[in-house]
C-alpha cells in the first residue's frame, strides 16, 4: 500500500492534511488525525493535477 500525503486538501472533520491510499484494488483519500476515509468523489474539484495524474495511471483490476 502507497500514501502520499495531500497538503492541499483538508479532512472535512478535523481539518488535518488527507492521505491519498493506492492500495492493491482502490484508491482513496484517508485523514491522518481521525481516521475518516473519503472516496475520490468527495474531493473531486480539490484534487491537483499531479494527483489526478497518479490516480488514473494506477491499475486496480488485480486479481
Excluded: P, Q
Amino acid at each position: 500500500m502507497r500514501k502520499r500525503v495531500l497538503k492541499n486538501l483538508k479532512c472535512k472533520y478535523c481539518k488535518n492534511h488527507i492521505l491519498v491510499v493506492f492500495s492493491c484494488r482502490y484508491v482513496y483519500l484517508l485523514c491522518n488525525e481521525c481516521g475518516a476515509e473519503f472516496k475520490i468523489s468527495d474531493y473531486l474539484d480539490e484534487i491537483d493535477e499531479e494527483t489526478w495524474d497518479m490516480i488514473s495511471r494506477r491499475s486496480c483490476d488485480r486479481a
